[in-house]
């Protein structure tokens, strides 16, 4: 099974911030690397599909980057709407696999 | 507008099964692989299982396999898990998704005696 880790576990920003949140695969997933967005009691919300492409309606701020097994989710400028947990997940296999979570806490 | 509606949560105790239903609207389900992934409370996204968009195929977690069942009704436009033999690290809010549908509410199973 192909492992996901994510890092940072937590991180403490302010609004206006620029941050940073790394996924690594334990083999290529080439870009089939997706990011969601969970806050509490609701549903995952996808930001991120094909490691890169932004999906419908997401704000411009979330991007990402990387392919084979390094990935990046950053947001340009941290608003208050952005605190919440994010999750990378594989799907090079149909046997999805997410990373542990990062939680983007206000500073 | 694109819907996934999960249903058929409880509490139960260990050992007996429940089975839980997504109902799907808005898109042609019979054209998409369908997971079901949980979420243990305070922890994680965790994949449970897939199965093909026409059944054709099922694969499942390693913690799930042997008790849990993956299926599907494309005329009803419905996905189910069948889970037998719940065991307390079973509970979770389960989700049903794909990777570019939105995902529903969830439902809350809750395993204890």
């Known amino acids: 099974d192909i492992q996901m880790t994510q890092s940072p576990s937590t991180l403490s920003a302010s609004v206006g911030d620029r941050v940073t949140i790394t996924c690594r695969a334990s083999?290529?997933?080439?870009?089939?690397l997706a990011w969601y967005q969970q806050k509490p009691g609701k549903a995952p919300k996808l930001l991120i599909y094909?490691?890169?492409s932004l999906e419908s309606g997401v704000p411009s701020r979330f991007s990402g980057s990387g392919s084979g097994t390094e990935f990046t989710l950053t947001i340009s400028s941290l608003q208050p709407d952005d605190f919440a947990t994010y999750y990378c997940?594989?799907?090079?296999?149909?046997?999805?696999?997410f990373g542990q979570g990062t939680k983007v806490e206000i500073k | 507008q694109v819907q996934l509606v999960e249903s058929g949560g409880g509490v139960v105790q260990p050992g007996r099964s429940l089975r839980l239903s997504c109902a799907a609207s808005?898109?042609?389900?019979?054209?998409?692989?369908m997971h079901w992934v949980r979420q243990a409370p305070g922890k994680g996204l965790e994949w449970v299982a897939v199965i093909w968009y026409d059944g054709s195929n099922k694969y499942y977690a390693d913690s799930v396999k042997g008790r849990f069942t993956i299926s599907r009704d494309n005329s009803k436009n419905t996905l189910y898990l069948q889970m037998n033999s719940l065991r307390a690290e079973d509970t979770a809010v389960y989700y049903c998704?794909?990777?570019?549908?939105?995902w529903g509410q969830g439902t809350l199973v809750t395993v204890s005696s």
């Open positions: 808005g898109f042609t389900f019979s054209s998409y692989g």
């Open positions: 083999q290529s997933i080439s870009s089939w």
């Open positions: 094909k490691a890169s």
């Open positions: 997940q594989q799907y090079n296999s149909y046997l999805w696999t």
């Open positions: 998704a794909e990777l570019q549908l939105p």
